[in-house]
């Protein structure tokens, strides 16, 4: 498991490496919205669309693209190396 830094603003919690890695990646990102999608289906799974969880950082959206980082590595061709996060 890797170390993921969070910042506390306002009450809410967001993930600045991740939201930034979203933000320079969109393929990440598509790959994170396929994810949330399919397993939070329905308001009745999770209580925002994929672009609110993404603003407010849900657990949700923080699984769905921990999803994505790890099907990217999985994907990913041998000897291929990976992009590191802009920040």
Known sequence: MTYVPFSFQLGRVTNRWNMS???HDPRLREAARAIYEACY???EWAQF???EAE??????YRQAVDGALA????LAA????L???VT
Do not use: I
């Open 21 to 23: 890695m979203m933000q």
């Open 41 to 43: 289906p329905s308001d």
């Open 49 to 51: 669309a994929f672009d």
């Open 55 to 60: 603003r407010y950082g849900t657990v949700h």
């Open 71 to 74: 099907a990217r590595a999985c």
């Open 78 to 81: 041998a000897g291929e190396q």
């Open 83 to 85: 992009a590191l996060p």
